[in-house]
């Protein structure tokens, strides 16, 4: 059985930081392209970051420069550094995972408020 599980999510004030963990079970995790998506209420889920299985990675614009995306094959957990924090980062995240087939996880909230 197949699981992403989320942590590290919380309230966090503008300016600050959190880091989010991913790890996975199930799946032989160095083969898998991973992501970070995240979904704001009203808004539809949207791509933060990628890594793939040989180490590239992909930010969209609004998060370059504050988030960094990384992943350690050994612990077969996947991360995400997020510096700088927003208000417009609030959003659930969600772990994700693709080869053949994807797989998402339950999502954790990040709240940016003062």
């Known amino acids: 059985q197949v699981q992403l599980a989320e942590s590290g999510g919380g309230l966090v004030q503008p300016g600050g930081s959190l880091s989010l963990s991913c790890a996975a079970s199930?799946?032989?995790?160095?083969?898998?392209?991973m992501a970070w998506y995240r979904q704001a209420p009203g808004k539809q889920r949207e791509l933060v970051a990628r890594i793939i299985s040989g180490g590239g990675t992909f930010y969209v614009d609004s998060v370059k420069g504050r988030f960094t995306i990384s992943r350690d094959n050994a612990k077969n957990t996947v991360y995400l550094q997020m510096n700088t924090l927003k208000p417009e980062d609030t959003a659930v995240y969600y772990c994700?995972?693709?080869?053949?087939?994807?797989?998402w996880g339950q999502g954790t909230q990040v709240t940016v408020s003062s």
């Open positions: 994700y995972g693709n080869r053949l087939r994807s797989y």
């Open positions: 199930g799946i032989i995790f160095s083969r898998y392209d």
